[in-house]
């Protein structure tokens, strides 16, 4: 049952690194090479479609994660998995501090409602969300040293 939990999250958190990962350096390039207004009505579908999911997604993978760490508790490799948990709670704070704030604004702008400043903020989030690509590749990274 244990290694059943152990591929389930790494799965879980690989699959979330990997949208992650593809939003930073796929989708971001493709929507900043768009017109000015096809590019920040991209990035405002982009926000509400994937500001609904992701949560779900960051918190499922916090609490895999801590079910490993419980069900493992003396085994070894089970540093590593903590570690991996703390880096995911580090990227959910991170999430709710300083990326869902500009998302949650984001998300509403329109060609004719967007603020002046709106390439600054989406410059923002992305700084932000490049960090935290950086935050949840080492949690998988841990999980997946911890399975060896």
């Known amino acids: 049952m244990l290694n059943a939990l152990q591929v389930l999250t790494t799965v879980v958190v690989g699959v979330m690194v990997g949208v992650e990962f ?5 989708m971001n390039p493709i929507l ?19 500001g609904a999911v992701m949560p779900v ?7 895999l994660v801590a079910a490993w760490a419980a069900a493992a508790w003396h085994s070894p490799g089970t540093g590593l998995v903590v570690a991996a948990g703390a880096l995911l709670l ?8 300083l990326l869902v704030p500009i998302n949650n604004q984001g998300k509403t702008w329109t060609p004719e409602n967007r603020p002046a400043d709106w390439k600054e903020q989406l410059n923002r989030w992305n700084r932000y969300h490049y960090a935290r690509v950086a935050v949840i590749i080492g949690a998988f990274a841990l999980l997946a040293a911890a399975l060896t």
């Open 22 to 26: 593809s939003v930073a350096f796929v």
């Open 90 to 97: 580090v990227s959910v704070i991170m999430s709710v501090l």
């Open 57 to 63: 997604w960051y918190i499922t993978s916090l609490l």
């Open 32 to 50: 900043n090479a768009l017109p000015e207004d096809s590019r920040q009505l991209g990035n405002s579908h982009g926000g509400r479609m994937l």
